[in-house]
């Protein structure tokens, strides 16, 4: 289905990741972090946000959690507070990546 | 060791009892039930965790350093098959370990029951009847 986010129609999936990595900007990942319940985007929040979207479009995949720790230099719970819903499932929605396998 | 007993409450919700203690193991509601608990893979996480933190705990307790141990783990879900491919566990060591000490409380986390069965796989013995 198609939403509004950053002023544009966006198609996502059942749990609202963007179909399209490439319709992604800073204003769609302002209203996709509203949809995860981060009503401000930090500095914090957009360390995270840029290092998973540079490493996705370099990779074409989405780190490991600890290299995510390391190269932000943010400790996992300190992820889990700027993304509560964790690094997968909130961050990476946010920085415009695929959903993630699993079932967590 | 006494027996776990697994039994279904309803839909994918199950309870998990051991000597007259509960808990709840449920999918969320995205995956199919009710969120009524926690998922296996968390209660393996969670487990994990645990030992880590006793473990670690104990450790600080015979050491003299006082304070809390806490333990926060995530983990990572690969495909083909659906499995864990990584478990990430931060240990936050009470304020009174000194720093040069993290090396030793590495040591340590080895005697962990549940992560030395994770370096050496047990055997899984299953067997399948139907029920009268």
Redesign the interface.
């Known amino acids: 289905m198609d939403i509004k986010l950053g002023g544009k129609d966006v198609a996502i999936d059942e749990d609202g990741f963007i179909q399209d990595p490439a319709v992604w900007d800073e204003a769609v990942a302002k209203d996709l972090a509203l949809t995860e319940s981060v009503t401000d985007m930090t500095e914090d929040h957009w360390k995270v946000v840029n290092y998973l979207r540079q490493y996705y479009l370099e990779y074409n995949m989405a780190p490991m959690i600890r290299k995510l720790c390391k190269e932000t230099g943010f400790k996992l719970k300190e992820i889990y507070d700027l993304f509560p819903s964790g690094p997968a499932k909130g961050a990476c929605k946010v920085a415009g990546l695929p959903k993630p396998t699993g079932c967590v | 060791m006494d027996l776990i007993r697994i039994r279904r409450r309803e839909g994918l919700a199950f309870d998990i009892t051991v000597r007259e203690r509960t808990l709840s193991c449920d999918?969320?509601v995205?995956?199919g039930g009710q969120g009524d608990g926690f998922?296996p893979?968390?209660l393996f996480a969670g487990s994990l965790g645990a030992c880590i933190a006793m473990v670690v705990q104990g450790w600080c307790d015979a050491c003299g350093h006082g304070g809390d141990v806490g333990v926060?783990?995530?983990?990572?879900?690969?495909?083909d098959p659906?499995r864990i491919g990584?478990i990430?566990?931060?240990i936050e060591l009470p304020a009174s370990v000194p720093a040069d000490r993290c090396d030793a409380v590495r040591r340590v986390v080895e005697h962990c029951v549940i992560q030395q069965t994770l370096k050496q796989p047990p055997a899984l013995d299953l067997e399948v009847s139907v029920g009268s």
């Open positions: 999918m969320s995205s995956d998922a893979v968390e926060d783990v995530a983990l990572e879900l690969v495909p659906t990584a990430i566990a931060d």
